[in-house]
C-alpha cells in the first residue's frame, strides 16, 4: 500500500509512528518498522509518503502500515483533535486518529505497569484506558498528576491493545 499524510505521534529513538491523511474518523493508521529503514527521525507535523504491507496487530496497534520505504515531503499542520467522550473514542472509526476527551477524572496512575506507564480517565460515559510509554510523552504522570484529579482534557492518538483500546496521550 502507498499513502501520503502527516505524522502526528511519535517517540524518539522508537520504531512506532501514527499518521493521518486528514481530520476525522477512518484517517489515520500506525506505521512500525524495526529500524530497518529510520523511520525514527521523523517528527511530528512532517508529511510523508509510506510505502509498506498492512497488518493488523493482536498488541498495541491494531491496524498498521510495516514500513518498506518512507519519503520525506515536508511539513504541514496536524489535523485537529476530535473532541469525543470516552465510550465514543472506543469505536474503530478513531483508531489512529487525533482525539481530545474533555472533563475526565483521572481515576488509575499506573498500578498494572511495572513502569508506571499506564493509566485510566473517566467521563460521564464510562472510562478509557491510556498509556504514555510508547508514543509521544515524555514527562511522568506521577510527578504532575494524582488519581481522583480532574482534567481539562485529555489529548492523544486513540489506538487498540489486545484487550480494550487505549489511547497515547501527547
Not at 43 to 64: A, D, M, Q, W, Y
Not at 157 to 168: A, F, G, Q
Request: aromatic share 12%; with cysteine.
Amino acid at each position: 500500500v502507498e499513502t501520503i499524510g502527516t505524522i502526528t505521534t511519535s517517540k524518539e529513538y522508537t520504531s512506532s509512528f501514527w499518521l493521518q491523511d486528514g481530520p476525522g474518523a477512518w484517517n489515520g493508521i500506525g506505521l512500525i518498522d524495526n529500524f530497518t529503514n529510520c523511520i525514527c527521525n521523523y517528527l511530528p507535523g512532517e508529511k510523508v509518503r509510506v510505502i509498506g504491507r498492512v497488518g493488523e496487530s493482536p498488541s498495541h496497534l491494531g491496524t498498521f502500515i510495516r514500513v518498506e520505504t518512507m519519503e520525506y515531503l515536508g511539513t504541514e499542520t496536524i489535523p485537529n483533535p476530535i473532541v469525543l467522550d470516552t465510550q465514543s473514542a472506543k469505536q474503530e472509526k478513531y483508531e489512529g486518529v487525533r482525539v481530545e476527551i474533555p472533563d475526565v477524572t483521572l481515576t488509575e496512575l499506573g498500578e498494572h505497569d511495572p513502569f508506571g506507564n499506564t493509566w485510566e480517565i473517566e467521563d460521564d460515559s464510562g472510562m478509557l484506558k491510556g498509556s504514555r510509554y510508547y508514543y509521544g510523552i515524555d514527562f511522568s504522570f506521577d510527578s504532575m498528576f494524582h488519581v481522583g484529579q480532574k482534567l481539562s482534557f485529555v489529548r492523544g492518538v486513540m489506538h487498540k491493545d489486545w484487550r480494550e483500546p487505549w489511547e497515547s496521550p501527547e
